[in-house]
């Protein structure tokens, strides 16, 4: 075709970036520092939380991974998650030898309910991991309302929701433990990257010990040694592992989190837009309404269909140079996880679900051309059947 291929994500990379890294070069100092706890502390007072329950990681995967260390799950506990969730959800729960138990979705939403997850939970269960499909806050107040009043921890893996809110609070500062990811595929990146939110303060300073080696000062190793007259040796209360973010890509992250709300307004108008563009073909869902005090930061913008056409149209569009994707693929039918059973919500959303092109960086005529695309091919199957 005419147009490249046009991308369900992209990254929004300039001069201003380059320009940040350019400052760290200068400067000399690329690792953990400054840079990153300026990040910190911006990336804090954007959720509305203080500064020291931050810490910016290379990736949200590392967040999760810290997340059942800090919980300290072992064998014979149980973590209940969507199986619509992302792989490494499930990862780092069996990694402590712990076990997933993976609960259902509403395959409209792809969020589970407080039932859902009421139904999953045993004597057992330790924890709860939810995440907020495609930007969509979900069950998350009534589903922590819940976790508290069993005692049991929620991880919320908010990747998909930065910026998403129910009544003005920020997805991810629901629960105990929480991660964002700013990976080359999210609304901003640095590239790879993340920061893990800890509610409990004490939890918080055990998060940054075990982020780097276990180190209770971990100054003599990430910035110039000041005070102790030996600043070089090592004092360590357990043994951790090296996760943290560097000043390079911080410098990338501050430069992002402030052109965030920009990016945000344009997925919304693309959103909005392939809305009306869609609401008149047949066969075809667009994402239900959110629910009052709900906002989302449009991470996925997905379309479901009737009549078994979906993959049909994902192989279309992709002969015209449109990428879709179906997000994420059902963790219940991984053999590895060694789970039995079905769970009829999630396996309707997985059949049914495709992903559209939704970044920022698409021109309204890139929209207009998805969405004529997308309505040929769905009346061309509804015509034959």
């Keep these: 075709m005419a147009h490249g291929m046009i991308n369900v994500f992209q990254p929004d990379l300039g001069e201003q970036e380059l320009a940040a890294i350019a400052e760290v070069f200068a400067g000399r100092w690329l ?21 020291d329950r931050v810490l910016f990681l290379n990736s949200a ?11 300290d799950l072992m064998p014979g506990d149980e973590v209940v998650m969507p199986s619509q969730g992302f792989v490494a959800n499930a990862n780092s729960v069996v990694a402590v030898g712990a076990r997933p138990v993976f609960c259902d979705v509403d395959p409209r939403t792809l969020n589970p309910t407080v039932a859902h997850v009421e139904a999953a939970l045993t004597p057992r269960t330790r924890a709860v991991v939810v ?9 998350v107040a009534a589903i922590a309302e819940l976790c508290r009043s069993r005692g049991v921890a929620l991880i919320e893996d ?17 629960g105990d433990i929480a991660m964002w990811s700013f990976d080359s595929r999210k609304i901003m990146t640095t590239g790879d990257g993340g920061v893990l939110y800890t509610r409990d303060p004490e939890r918080a300073r055990r998060a940054h010990r075990l982020a780097y080696h276990g180190l209770e000062d971990r100054s003599a190793f990430t910035t110039a040694g000041k005070g102790a007259a030996q600043w070089w040796e090592l004092h360590i209360s357990e043994v ?16 992002q989190l402030a052109r965030l709300p920009a990016f945000l307004r344009r997925r919304a108008e693309i959103a909005d837009l392939y809305t009306r563009l869609l609401a008149d073909v047949g066969g075809v869902r ?32 992709l002969e015209r ?8 693929s059902p963790l ?27 970044h920022h960086g698409l021109s309204d005529d890139d929209v207009h051309l998805v969405a004529d695309e997308l309505r040929t091919v769905v009346e061309s199957h509804l015509v034959r059947t």
């Design 332 to 358: 219940h039918a991984v053999p590895v996880f060694g789970w039995e059973g079905t769970l009829p919500g999630t396996e309707e959303a997985a059949r049914t679900t495709l992903i559209l092109p939704g």
């Design 31 to 51: 690792g953990y520092g400054p840079r990153t706890r300026r990040f910190e502390a911006e990336f804090a007072e954007r959720i509305g939380v203080p500064p």
């Design 321 to 328: 140079g449109i990428y879709t994707t179906f997000r994420y």
């Design 240 to 255: 951790g592992r090296r996760v943290i973010g560097n000043d390079m890509t911080a410098a990338i992250g501050s430069v």
């Design 286 to 317: 667009t994402p239900p309404p959110l629910p009052p005090g709900h906002t989302t930061s449009n991470y996925f913008y997905w379309v479901q269909f009737a009549g078994g056409i979906r993959d049909a149209v994902a192989q279309h569009l």
């Design 61 to 71: 995967t590392a967040g999760l991974f810290l997340a059942c260390e800090l919980l």
């Design 131 to 139: 995440l907020h499909y495609g930007g969509y806050p979900g069950e």
């Design 158 to 174: 908010a990747a998909c929701s930065i910026s998403s809110t129910v009544d003005g609070k920020a997805c991810g500062t629901f």
